[in-house]
């Protein structure tokens, strides 16, 4: 039977099979059952990369082999500094690994001090840089704060270093809207090398949680006024809000700040510019904020939303010749993290039973909600009609049209898969997905979603998995065909995402209010609206 996960019981650390559809009933422990599982992943894959990687940037689990990311040859820290705050969640909780959680957390700080150095002449991608690495310095700085272990200051100090660097790029264009890379040496900005020059839209709009918190840390307002900068000519240039109703096609020129192309989607270098227009929101406390992201949901449920045939799934596709052109049924994975997005909008963190008796709760906000649950339903699907129960990288929606033979079709039929989309990352976004929609509803249903996507995980994409002192896990080329065709990479939002929302999954009463995500799993606190205003961290421009 698929949805059956290896499940550690505390006391002899054994593993053993149970059936979820009704485990969430009958034992009360289940939640804490699961939480060892999702730590016995992690730590089998940390382990792994500890023993043969540790360092480096990129990491092959089948054969261990492992490189960096720069061309010069130096770390960039893309796995440590990714997954430290995971470790020190884990470390917070665990019942089972405590002391090894915080020798690890110790381990990776020593490193982090000590080796770890920005000072690379070599070109990185602005908006990977920040989201990982100044993302999860800010948030291992959070972390080692709340929960008391290891040295805070290690991280911030790393991260105002990384964050001096980086903040060169925006001088490069004279609207303010950087070039794609920057040579972290030399802080020279270097255009994107395809797409004539353009710079991906959801990149530079997917810069500003991380320096508006360091500026909050720092004083230093420099950080908050450049990277909120770029959305003036954006939307002013473009008369985003009328001819686009808020929605953005994927390529944007950095000199003009103009629009490049047509193609307006919620998957790759769309996604998280409506992500963080609602968590600056969150984060800051900025109304301008939930009023564009407002324009903008109207704009997709107007243009984008759709149903599957024949089990009327809701689904958001393309636009790939604009808002006029033709529509497309085509998903990728990466758009699963709009049914987490659009919950925290609807109730801002809080259980929806609560969010409904306060003010601000309104038609828009009861719509928002029940798209958000039939959003996650719906990429749930693409998990529970594969053989391997994972979700592939892009599906087809089936509009009633006859697909191509080469495709293949679910089994309920509501979507294809073509050839060259049938691997499987470890993505993160439709657990994210699960965990908002079970700790603002509690609805037991997620979590038991939550621990059939697990249960694949382990079935299907662990290596040497009857060995634990070799086990590890890995993504896969096909997760379509099985048995599964593993793939020689572990990305880092494995560690960083996907193994932390499925823990904070089984987490009971996390406070959503209280912390908001960056696009990379890395969690901020909420901004005192009090200091906000004493550092004079406020929005600075308007349409």
């Not at 089948?62 to 061309?71: E, K, L």
């Not at 406070?511 to 969690?523: G, I, M, Q």
Request: proline share 4%.
């Amino acid at each position: 039977m698929r949805g059956l996960v290896a499940t550690i019981i505390a006391i002899v650390a054994t593993v053993y099979y149970v059936p979820w559809n009704a485990y969430f009933e009958q034992k009360p422990e289940a939640a804490r059952e699961m939480r060892d599982q999702i730590e016995m992943m992690f730590l089998a894959s940390w382990r792994d990369y500890s023993k043969y990687g540790w360092g480096y940037d990129i990491y092959g689990p089948i054969d261990h082999s492992f490189r960096n990311m720069p061309r010069g040859g130096r770390p960039l820290g893309w796995i440590i500094v990714d997954s430290v705050d995971t470790l020190m969640l884990m470390y917070n909780s665990s019942a089972l690994y405590k002391s090894e959680f915080e020798a690890e957390i110790l381990k990776s700080q020593h490193w982090i001090d000590n080796v770890l150095d920005f000072d690379i002449d070599a070109e990185v991608n602005v908006f990977e840089t920040t989201i990982r690495m100044l993302g999860g310095l800010l948030s291992a700085y959070h972390y080692s704060d709340q929960f008391e272990v290891g040295n805070k200051t290690i991280y911030l100090n790393k991260a105002i270093d990384l964050g001096d660097r980086l903040a060169l790029a925006f001088k490069s264009t004279p609207k303010g809207i950087p070039y794609s890379s920057i040579n972290l040496q030399s802080g020279r900005a270097i255009k994107n090398h395809v797409d004539g020059g353009a710079s991906s839209t959801a990149e530079f709009t997917t810069l500003q949680m991380e320096f508006k918190y360091l500026a909050y840390l720092t004083g230093n307002n420099t950080y908050w006024k450049m990277v909120e900068r770029v959305y003036e000519p954006l939307y002013k240039t473009n008369d985003l809000l009328n001819v686009y109703d808020g929605l953005v096609p994927i390529y944007t020129f950095p000199n003009t700040g103009r629009f490049g192309g047509f193609n307006i989607r919620f998957g790759s270098r769309g996604d998280s510019f409506y992500e963080y227009l609602l968590k600056q929101y969150l984060l800051t406390h900025e109304t301008l904020y939930y009023d564009l992201y407002r324009q903008s949901m109207d704009g997709m449920k107007k243009h984008l939303l759709a149903r599957s045939k024949p089990s009327f799934l809701s689904y958001i596709g393309e636009r790939e010749q604009g808002l006029n052109g033709k529509f497309s049924s085509k998903m990728d994975h990466l758009v699963c993290f709009m049914g987490g997005l659009l919950a925290s909008g609807a109730t801002e963190g809080l259980p929806v039973h609560e969010a409904r008796r306060k003010p601000f709760w309104d038609a828009d906000r009861e719509n928002d909600w029940n798209l958000a649950k039939e959003l996650t339903n719906t990429c749930y699907q693409m998990y529970n009609q594969t053989p391997s129960g994972l979700a592939p990288e892009i599906v087809v929606f089936n509009e009633g049209e006859t697909a191509p033979k080469s495709w293949w079709q679910s089994s309920l039929g509501d979507f294809f898969v073509k050839p060259l989309d049938k691997h499987n990352m470890q993505r993160p976004e439709t657990v994210e997905s699960i965990m908002f929609m079970y700790q603002l509803s509690h609805d037991k249903k997620y979590r038991k979603w939550g621990a059939e996507i697990a249960s694949s995980f382990y079935d299907n994409t662990c290596v040497d998995c009857n060995d634990t002192k070799l086990r590890r896990f890995a993504s896969l080329s096909d997760c379509i065909t099985l048995p599964t065709k593993k793939a020689n990479n572990m990305e880092s939002f494995w560690l960083a995402e996907t193994l932390k929302y499925l823990y904070i999954l089984f987490l009971d009463d996390f406070d959503l209010t209280k912390v908001v995500f960056n696009t990379e799993a890395h969690p901020f606190p909420v901004l005192d609206k009090e200091v906000l205003k004493s550092q004079h961290l406020i929005t600075g421009w308007s349409l």
